[in-house]
């Protein structure tokens, strides 16, 4: 059973940056990053590999979205920078059970984001 | 991008009922990468199927999923009260590029 408890939402000005935080408790092989906007659908962001440190990040995104870990608390980190109105969403942190199992079996409660102009 | 399309929009049923889901890509997708969830309002998704058709832990046997190819389905045998939500399917293609359909929303008749 994992466990993955996120920080609470975040209001920003557009061309801020924000950090949010994804504490695992139990062990997953992979920790992924997924966002939702208002009334929408998903949208993949990228993924860390809490134990190796090792990343990738979907094309949209890269240059500025960062993951990082912990490994002493078990947190990931992800930093998206140069906010715009349209990254108002709520963003989770989930978890991939094994090497290219390529699903996501447990969710965090999802953190708000909420970007204005 | 693989580009996954989920009919219908909505679904109107009744509880008892048979629910038929469909999730649709633009190009043949590896089977094992194909999942699908449940999301209710104000919650996480909830992961039901993945690798197309198995069952994940606790998920109750009138769900089942089943397709190949581009084509992929998610039945719910006879709906309970609690089964009604948003459902998208999931998938994982080239250029480590994970995509979600944009989801069918069923709801009570």
């Known amino acids: 059973q994992v466990q993955l408890m996120q920080s609470g939402a975040e209001v920003k000005k557009a061309g801020a940056s924000v950090r949010l935080s994804c504490k695992i408790f139990?062990?997953?092989?992979?920790l992924h990053w997924v966002r939702q906007a208002p009334g929408q659908g998903f949208e993949w962001l990228g993924i860390?590999?809490?134990?190796?440190?090792?990343?990738i990040y979907a094309q949209k995104f890269q240059g500025r979205f960062t993951l990082t870990r912990d490994t002493s608390t078990s947190t990931v980190y992800m930093e998206l920078s140069s906010l715009r109105p349209e990254d108002t969403a709520k963003y989770y942190c989930?978890?991939?059970?094994?090497?290219?199992?390529?699903?996501?079996?447990?969710w965090g409660q999802g953190t708000l984001v909420t970007v204005s102009s | 991008e693989i580009v996954l399309t989920q009919s219908p929009g909505t679904l109107s049923l009744s509880p008892g009922e048979r629910a038929t889901l469909s999730c649709r890509a633009s190009q043949t997708v590896t089977t094992r990468s194909v999942a699908w969830y449940q999301q209710k309002p104000g919650q996480a998704p909830r992961l039901l199927i993945y690798a197309a058709s198995r069952r994940a832990t606790g998920i109750p046997d009138r769900f089942s999923g089943s397709g190949s190819g581009t084509d992929f389905t998610l039945t719910i045998s006879r709906l309970e009260p609690e089964d009604f939500a948003v459902y998208y399917c999931q998938q994982f293609g080239m250029s480590s590029k994970y995509t979600f359909g944009q989801g069918t929303k069923l709801e009570i008749k």
């Open positions: 860390i590999n809490p134990s190796g440190g090792g990343t």
């Open positions: 989930t978890s991939e059970p094994a090497h290219e199992s390529w699903y996501f079996d447990y």
């Open positions: 139990g062990s997953t092989f992979n």
